[in-house]
């Protein structure tokens, strides 16, 4: 049991809780067992969602001071997300970050299924690895540390704030940054084509990109006309140069476009819609894949 009001006591949260419970009492419930701990060399310790152990980087301010705090990070889709990956999917985090969505989606999937966490960002990538680890996730996981992008050639310049360690946005490889405010490194470009074959399907695909959105589609395209996965995807309209176009590549693949609500229900929504009202804001939207 993990939060029971009438014996005021709190527990592990179940998986199955995570997709049924309200949205409120999940927070409330995971705020009680954050527990953070700091471990030294900028890195703190804390229970997330009630169930698993997560690696922090304590520089980090818009994330990274919310989840230490409270424990989760925007319920809705973290509910959203527990509804639909079910046990022997192929899930794919494309911009896993520190690996919050990673640890539920590797849990979710379960020992037959497989979580690839795909993360560029050097600062990043070792606590999400440890975080994987830590909650004996490493058997059904992969940590690809490379740039999402059209195709496997080349390299992406990143450039990082040191106040926000995990925000890693691609740049011209012209860029120059002032050492005392952030960082630019450098990765592998990378495409899903390998785990498609291997596997043979991709069930679930989640992207948040920084921005970086366009061009990952553009890698996906052949996969999400085949195989038709699940797809998330943070949009924002004020991002590209042509959010209607890039729309339209994307709804192209699916027949049916959702926007992630803030008790994690999937509300139908029109492109009009997402193009022309709230820009400048990011929205989740959920293209729904093919039945499993």
Sequence with gaps: MWFNPTRGRFGVIALEELATADRFELEHACRAQAQPVYIGDHTALCRILGRYKFYLDTRDQGFGSNVLLDGFWEMWLTIAIARHLKPGMVAIDIGANFGYYSLLMADLVGPEGLLVAVEPNPHVTPKLR?????????????????????????????????????????????????????TITTAPNWTADAIARERGRVDFIKIDAEGAEEDIIKGLRPLLLRHKPSLVLEFNAARYANARGFLADVMSCYRDLRVVDHDGSLAPIAAETVLTERVGEDRLLFFAGAAR
């Design 130 to 182: 440890a975080s994987l680890a830590l909650n004996g996730f490493a058997s059904r996981s992969r940590v690809i540390e490379a740039a999402a992008a059209v195709t496997n050639e080349g390299c992406a310049h990143l450039y990082a704030t040191l106040t926000e360690p995990k925000n890693a946005a691609i740049v011209s490889p012209e860029t120059i940054a002032d050492p005392a405010v952030a």
